[in-house]
């Protein structure tokens, strides 16, 4: 290659990423003056359901374009199914948008705003003799349709006059026919190898109850029609849609072809791979399966892949925009694995969140040779990775809880935490060895008897003590009682909705554990739901969002490391030997 070829060739700026396709897209629009140089996006939800983890990336991909070249995105609510559609819905997508640190401005929008224009551009589409109205049932016509490799059959009313159709479909909106007995179709080619412009259909009739028009309509347009007629009233430039909507797209310019005048801004749909995770399910209808069949507590359980349920348990918009941006635009549809979702949330809160004691399932630890009636502030830093964060004051006295399971009576080779006649560090705090322990009835382990070292107070160690385990504890006096919950992957197979079984199989038997006698440090009596903590040697808590102060109930957000990968190493291995 020449020099000067390569001069041709613009250098990357260092630290600059790469577009992806859509931003190559816009940018050739762009410099091509299209649409008067516009940027125009939407994001385009139906209210019949929360939104998912999958409608974050379009969220931050819509309203992130918009930002990146200076121009709107708008919030339209696709409502054109009654049946399924509701407030309720309306009101938790406009405030999971905001959370995420999203702003619409003025631009709220509803496909029914334009119910009156839609049945407008009906009627000329019948008046230019591309539409009639169609007495075939539903069922006749997906028989009438064909097959992928079969024309289909023209429907015996294609071919009524312009007046006629007119006159019918006039009746439909007055309500004179029966739901089901006739739709609008339009008339393109029944032979099309795109099943999709076999005749669609534009109108069907349906008398029900609409969340913002009442009963004033009884007709509704179908998605094909409503959405891309909507972005053009919008002026919308670019329209992105998931892959699935790839194959619509032929019929979504034969709208436009028909409908837009000459000179005016004319929406473009773009198709880009939708977001799959392992071990996750965002197809609604099951969603909705799972929480009409109360598998899980509503639609913001925190084991829901909702935005909601995502917030609840304490993740971040940060970390759900990081992961986001990690996955990337891709044209092709592929799996992500959820451990990277669940790494973004482990890298953000890691900077974020006060790091505090917690004991989930306690025991408790009486320190004989400490004075009686002496309560100690022992100085522990609030996050080691921010040192704006500061530090606090957590009171150590002769009694303090640990977990359980941070004692054995017979402990292997490797157990390095409390043992008889064995020395370990309490966190910030002293050695102390265990000499003696109780047990009821039962065998359980009651209480733990130790001394402790007054030279081996942390900060200020004098004895030369080297220990290999550390504990967190809290002190009894002081530690305040509260519920804890351990969420988990709501399902325990990384694909739920591929197998021949039903998904509700695979519902993850320990998605959920409740512990209702947990001891915390007292600093958190003060805490606020949704306020985000790292307990020590645990994991990552927040708040819960509807949590009361009399008893505080902390949801997991998520564990300190990734405890999937080894029992997903485990069921490989499994394999390999059957």
Known sequence: MSTE??????????????????????????????????????????????????????????????????????????????????????????????????????????????????????????????????????????????????????????????????????????????????????????????????????????????????????????????????????????????????????????????????????????????????????????????????????????????????????????????FVEKVGIAKRDNVIDVALLEHSIREDLNKKAPRVMAVLDPVKVIIDNYPDDTTEDLELVNNPEDESMGSRKVPFSKEVYIEKKDFMEDPPKKFFRMAPGREVRLKGAYVVKCDDYKKDDQGNITEIHCTYDPQTKSGADTSGKKVKGTLHWVSAPHAFQAEVRLYDRLFNDPAPSSKDEDFKAFINPDSLKVFKNCYLEPVLKDAEPEDKFQFQRIGYFCVDRYSEKRLPVFNQTVTLKDTWAKKEKQQQNQKKKG
């Open 5 to 322: 070829d390569n001069k041709s060739i613009p250098e990357e700026e260092p630290g600059k990423r790469s577009l992806n396709f859509i931003e190559e897209k816009i940018e050739k629009d762009l410099n091509n003056n299209k649409n008067n140089r516009q940027v125009h996006t939407r994001f385009p939800p139906e209210p019949n359901g929360f939104l998912h983890i999958g409608h974050a990336k379009s969220i931050v991909l819509n309203f992130g374009l918009a930002k990146e070249y200076n121009g709107k995105c708008n919030l339209r609510f696709d409502d054109t199914n009654p049946i399924k559609e509701s407030t309720e819905y309306v009101d938790s997508i406009k405030e999971d948008i905001h959370w995420l640190g999203y702003d619409w401005e003025e631009r709220l929008y509803y496909a029914s705003d334009y119910f009156e224009q839609l049945y407008e551009m009906a009627e000329k589409l019948i008046k230019d003799g591309k539409a009639f109205v169609c007495d075939l049932s539903q069922d006749q016509i997906a028989e009438y349709r064909g097959t992928p490799t079969e024309p289909g059959i023209e429907s015996p009313y294609r071919n009524r006059s312009i007046e006629e159709n007119l006159d019918l479909f006039r009746r439909m909106r007055a309500g004179e026919f029966p739901d089901g007995s006739r739709m609008l179709r339009a008339k393109i080619d029944m032979s099309s190898p795109n099943m999709h412009l076999r005749d669609p259909i534009m109108y069907r009739i349906k008398r029900s109850y609409h969340h913002r028009t009442g009963y004033d309509w009884c007709i509704y347009p179908m998605y094909d029609f409503a959405h891309g007629q909507s972005d053009y009233i919008e002026s919308i430039t670019h329209s992105l849609c998931t892959l699935e909507f790839e194959v619509h797209r032929p019929l979504y310019d034969w709208f436009l072809d028909n409908l837009v005048e000459e000179g005016e801004i004319r929406p473009q749909q773009i198709e880009f791979a939708r977001l799959n995770l392992s071990y996750t399910i965002v197809s609604k209808r099951k969603l909705l399966e799972l929480v009409e069949n109360d598998y899980v507590d509503g639609w913001d359980d925190p084991r829901m892949p909702t935005i909601s349920g995502f917030r609840r348990r304490g993740y971040t918009p940060d970390a759900i925009k990081n």
